[in-house]
T-cell receptor, first 116, second 114 residues
Framework: EAQVTQNPRYLITVTGKKLTVTCSQN?????MSWYRQDPGLGLRQIYY???????DKGDVPEGYKVSRKEKRNFPLILESPSPNQTSLYFC???????????????FGEGSRLTVL | QKEVEQNSGPLSVPEGAIASLNCTYS??????FFWYRQYSGKSPELIMF????GDKEDGRFTAQLNKASQYVSLLIRDSQPSDSATYLC??????????????FGQGTILTVHP
């Protein structure tokens, strides 16, 4: 089954404790991206990757890191989480097109993170 | 000014009516436009995409694009209670340094009541 898998789905942590949210897709997509979703703000792009070893900042990259060492995996790293990073996080993947992202984004089920 | 703007609603329509969802965007070079639907507690899923000016129809859904006015809309005909969800407009920015950026609006909550 074609899917994007995120882990963990739910996490409560404390300020400053490093954490990683994993994302894996089995559709051989070149493009992967991370979003956070907050009430009233919609989905905001954190980082995206056009292919292995190619990553770039989205609209809200501060406090996050990513890596793309393999095509299927795109982990999101919070080196020192803070309460303002409490949010619902989505990973998504797609085939890129001539305009960058002009195909369907396939989303993971989301990871709800709470930072105390 | 937000790059992609939607009326957050909630928009309430009776069953069987036409629901009209609107979205404006600021980047004139934007090339691809998407409508996603998100049920409560679920991930977004693609409904339609549109690249060219005019209308694009798929079943009960019609996407309309007007690049001169920087406006994209989604019409849902014969609305059903199962259409109740948040509808997200997404716009692919122009190339260059924005290549790969997909910007979402804040979403419009649609409620279809029986």
């Amino acid at each position: 089954e074609a899917q994007v898998t995120q882990n963990p789905r739910y996490l409560i942590t404390v300020t400053g404790k490093k954490l990683t949210v994993t994302c894996s897709q089995n559709m051989n997509h070149e493009y992967m991206s991370w979003y956070r979703q907050d009430p009233g703000l919609g989905l905001r792009q954190i980082y995206y990757s056009m292919n292995v070893e190619v990553t770039d900042k989205g609209d809200v990259p501060e406090g996050y890191k990513v890596s793309r060492k393999e095509k299927r995996n795109f982990p999101l790293i919070l080196e020192s989480p803070s309460p303002n990073q409490t949010s619902l996080y989505f990973c998504a993947s797609s085939f890129p097109g001539l305009a960058g992202v002009d195909g369907e984004l396939f989303f993971g089920e989301g990871s709800r993170l709470t930072v105390l | 000014q937000k790059e992609v703007e939607q009326n957050s609603g909630p928009l309430s329509v009776p069953e069987g009516a036409i629901a009209s969802l609107n979205c404006t965007y600021s980047d004139r070079g934007s090339q691809s436009f998407f409508w996603y639907r998100q049920y409560s507690g679920k991930s977004p899923e693609l409904i339609m995409f549109i690249y060219s000016n005019g209308d694009k129809e798929d079943g009960r859904f019609t996407a309309q694009l007007n690049k001169a006015s920087q406006y994209v809309s989604l019409l849902i005909r014969d609305s059903q209670p199962s259409d109740s969800a948040t509808y997200l407009c997404a716009v692919n920015s122009a190339g260059g340094t924005s290549y790969g950026k997909l910007t979402f609006g804040q979403g419009t909550i649609l409620t279809v009541h029986p």
